[in-house]
């Protein structure tokens, strides 16, 4: 089982995907909570040149609650980071995290039924694009 989930979006721009992106995510719960601008971020840090590439921070209030309230700690794994990245052909991938695979390591059985709801949430997500 892979960390993350993802999709190869053809002929198309990060740009113009991150509207439907975050459309898709609306018609699950989620919204943005933060945003990472990686093309942004490395030309200014370390002067180095990327394709664009942004990481979302995805959240469902109602999952966060409902995982906050089993597990407190698992703050630290949120939220749900959802990856656009140009390929430099002319497609851009889209992926999102794996929350089973990332939430594995806690030992609380009550994470993984959420954890699980949230993994379907996200797939929906992608099969939509």
Same mark, same amino acid.
């Given at each position: 089982?892979?960390?993350?989930?993802?999709?190869? @979006?053809?002929? *198309? *721009?990060?740009?113009?995907?991150?509207? &439907?992106?975050?459309?898709?995510?609306?018609?699950?719960?989620?919204?943005?909570?933060?945003?990472?601008?990686?093309?942004?971020? !490395?030309?200014?840090?370390?002067?180095?040149?990327?394709?664009?590439?942004? @990481?979302?921070?995805?959240?469902?209030?109602?999952?966060?609650?409902? $995982? @906050?309230?089993?597990?407190?700690? $698992?703050? *630290?794994?949120?939220?749900?980071?959802?990856?656009?990245?140009?390929?430099?052909?002319?497609?851009?991938?889209?992926?999102?995290?794996?929350?089973?695979?990332? !939430?594995?390591?806690?030992?609380?059985?009550?994470? &993984?039924? @959420?954890?699980?709801?949230?993994?379907?949430?996200?797939?929906?997500?992608?099969?939509?694009?």
């Amino acid at each position: 089982m892979n960390y993350y989930q993802s999709k190869i @979006i053809a002929n *198309t *721009t990060v740009e113009k995907l991150r509207p &439907k992106v975050e459309e898709e995510l609306k018609k699950v719960g989620f919204g943005v909570l933060t945003e990472i601008d990686i093309q942004k971020t !490395m030309k200014k840090k370390l002067n180095k040149e990327y394709l664009p590439h942004l @990481i979302l921070g995805a959240c469902s209030p109602v999952y966060a609650d409902k $995982i @906050i309230s089993v597990e407190p700690h $698992i703050s *630290t794994l949120l939220p749900c980071n959802v990856t656009l990245r140009d390929l430099g052909d002319g497609n851009v991938e889209v992926s999102a995290m794996n929350p089973l695979k990332a !939430m594995q390591a806690v030992k609380n059985e009550k994470v &993984k039924p @959420i954890a699980e709801e949230v993994q379907h949430q996200l797939s929906v997500v992608l099969k939509n694009l």
